[in-house]
């Protein structure tokens, strides 16, 4: 009876709503975060460099 609870598997709920589709949005907004990051930078030592 045991293996039944474990072999299910479990959808996690915030409010009723389920946050699988917020964890792609999250890390979709991290590596645009990032990269925009990342381009500054560049940018920042390309015209540092002139």
Do not use: C, Q, W
Not at 8 to 23: I, L, Q, S, W, Y
Not at 26 to 31: A, Q
């Amino acid at each position: 009876m045991a293996a039944d609870a474990a072999s299910t598997p479990r959808v996690t709920e915030d409010a009723g709503k389920p946050t699988g589709n917020r964890v792609y949005l999250r890390v979709f907004i991290y590596i645009a975060a990032v990269h925009l990051f990342a381009g500054l930078l560049f940018l920042m030592f390309a015209i540092g460099a002139r």
